[in-house]
Nanobody, 126 residues
Framework: QVQLVESGGGLVQAGGSLRLSCAASGRAFSLYRMGWFRQAPGKEREIVAAIGWSDGRTYYADSVKGRFTISRDNAKNTVYLQMNNLKPEDTASYFC???????????????????WGQGTQVTVSS
């Protein structure tokens, strides 16, 4: 049984920072590709960042490049999303997900992910 629990969301002013955490249960966490997605009201879920297995190959959506950093601590079964210079358009529910596949590549499509957390709300005020 795989469970993903996000934390770290909240309300922040534009230009501020937040760090999201995703604690994962289940076996062989270090082998699985992990990702962060977000969904704003009335919009489709979109990839924010993704990371491959232990050597941590990464992918970022163009909208967050240079501002967000995805990382993982395999000893703690946790993946992080450090978000800096937040903008009002970053406001959304953020979801952690574990891919179906293991490997070094970062998976970018929601269809590649089998397990999802409940989400954590991030609100950026202008």
């Amino acid at each position: 049984q795989v469970q993903l629990v996000e934390s770290g969301g909240g309300l922040v002013q534009a230009g501020g920072s937040l760090r999201l955490s995703c604690a994962a249960s289940g076996r062989a966490f270090s082998l699985y590709r992990m990702g962060w997605f977000r969904q704003a009201p009335g919009k489709e879920r979109e990839i924010v960042a993704a990371i491959g297995w232990s050597d941590g190959r990464t992918y970022y959506a163009d909208s967050v490049k240079g501002r967000f950093t995805i990382s993982r601590d395999n000893a703690k079964n946790t993946v992080y999303l450090q978000m800096n210079n937040l903008k009002p358009e970053d406001t959304a529910s953020y979801f952690c997900a574990r891919a179906r596949e293991i490997g070094p590549q970062a998976s970018t499509s929601p269809d590649e992910y089998a397990y999802w957390g409940q989400g954590t709300q991030v609100t950026v005020s202008s």
